[in-house]
């Protein structure tokens, strides 16, 4: 006996569900690592140029490292057969567009700076999640935004302190949470 | 298609398991305790069914130790791959009558 209309039409929607919440639970999984290494990195970076300026100079070493630890990470979760160079290029590139757009704008503050790369990283969360269907990625991109924005008017003597514990606390505590789910 | 539906594959755990893999990139794998919260399945349960699935050739178990304990990864064959895709398209020709 063929199987009645309503039920094919029910599970073909669970099996929609079903691929969803896998797709979006595996995008979670592979995020969670990179979020905990970048939120270190936010801190040490934040709270190094917090308490000697001078700090700021380490950011570009800082975000290499960054790079090559998100590429070790990208690599070691990949089965073997899908490894590509496609995460080590996203990370080049998004280290030379920051690169030129500092060099192009010529001598900003260290708190124009400092607030600028968290900005684009927030513009980048929502757009991925936008593009990805991710809403939680989405509102991390609108929060850390927000956090940014308000940080460097509200303030400003206090910035870098600001970022390294809502910036790369929430990373770290984001990438905590994701690792669970 | 067939007239019948595949009765490995005719099954609500089986089915979401088979979906749950599917919508992974090609080749990899899902750890058990994440499937079965997908899945919403219970321990046994579970167990059962991927035993089913991998005796139909539909899935390979890999069994490892991550961080000094047991892991069960289960991987979508392309048999398996080829068995849902049949499936969704019984469903649709259903629809589609």
């Not at chain 1, 590429?71 to 030379?96: C, E, K, P, Q």
């Amino acid at each position: 006996m063929a199987m009645p209309r309503e039920e094919a039409r029910e599970t073909l929607r669970d099996i929609l569900q079903t691929e969803q919440k896998s797709r979006k639970l595996h995008g979670y999984r592979k995020a969670s690592p990179h979020l905990i290494l970048w939120g270190i990195i936010w801190v040490i970076g934040y709270g190094g140029t917090f308490l000697r300026p001078q700090w700021l100079q380490a950011w570009p070493v800082l975000s290499l490292l960054g790079i090559a630890g998100s590429v070790v990470i990208a690599r070691r979760m990949a089965d073997a057969s899908r490894r590509d160079w496609r995460g080590f290029a996203t990370g080049i590139t998004i280290f030379a567009f920051i690169a030129a757009f500092f060099a192009v704008t010529g001598p900003l503050s260290t708190l124009a700076i400092s607030a600028t790369i968290p900005l684009c990283v927030a513009f980048l969360y929502a757009l991925f999640g936008i593009w990805t269907n991710s809403t939680r990625l989405l509102v991390t991109g609108a929060v850390l935004g927000a956090l940014v924005v308000i940080g460097f008017f509200a303030l400003p003597r206090y910035f870098q302190l600001w970022m390294a514990a809502v910036g790369g606390g929430g990373l770290i505590l984001g990438g905590i949470w994701m690792r669970g789910l | 298609m067939s007239a019948q539906p595949d009765q490995i594959v005719h099954q609500p755990v089986r089915l979401k398991v088979l979906a749950a893999l599917r919508a992974l990139p090609d080749g990899e794998s899902l750890d058990f305790v994440r499937l079965r919260g997908i899945v919403d399945a219970t321990e046994g349960n579970l167990g059962a069914h991927i035993t089913t699935l991998e005796g139909a050739g539909y899935v390979e178990v890999n069994k490892d130790f991550h961080q000094r304990r047991p892991r069960t990864r289960i991987r979508l064959t392309v048999r398996g791959r080829r068995a849902l895709e049949d499936y969704v398209a019984y469903l649709r020709g259903i629809l589609d009558t």
